[in-house]
């Protein structure tokens, strides 16, 4: 199984930034895609961002033009801008990879205050 390593998260204040990133145990040539999904208390989880291997992104309406993600390597990282309340949860990076199932990351937690 293929691991995945987050970093990054806390507690911000509304309007303030965070940068979440993880590591895959894995030769980049492997991996198709990455991503970055939140869970709020209550709410099922949701796609926040994704990249493929190519370099096309895709993000949530709710964060367009606030998030962007991006990747070097084996290694995807979420900038977060213009942070809201309603951008709280835990967010848990997802990657795919060519012959091996996709793998979870344990989750970090994202607090913004108002």
């Known amino acids: 199984q293929v691991h995945l390593v987050e970093s990054g998260g806390g507690l911000v204040q509304a309007g303030g930034s965070l940068r979440l990133s993880c590591a895959a145990s894995?030769?980049?040539?492997?991996?198709?895609?990455m991503g970055w999904y939140r869970q709020a208390p209550g709410k099922q989880r949701e796609l926040v961002a994704s990249?493929?291997?190519?370099?096309s992104t895709n993000y949530a309406d709710s964060v367009k033009g606030r998030f962007t993600i991006s990747r070097a390597g084996n290694t995807a990282s979420l900038q977060m801008n213009s942070l809201k309340p309603e951008d709280t949860g835990v967010y848990y990076c997802?990657?795919?990879?060519?012959?091996?199932?996709?793998?979870w990351g344990q989750g970090t937690q994202v607090t913004v205050s108002v």
């Open positions: 997802n990657a795919n990879f060519r012959t091996q199932p996709s793998s």
């Open positions: 894995i030769n980049v040539f492997s991996i198709t895609a």
């Open positions: 990249i493929s291997i190519g370099g």
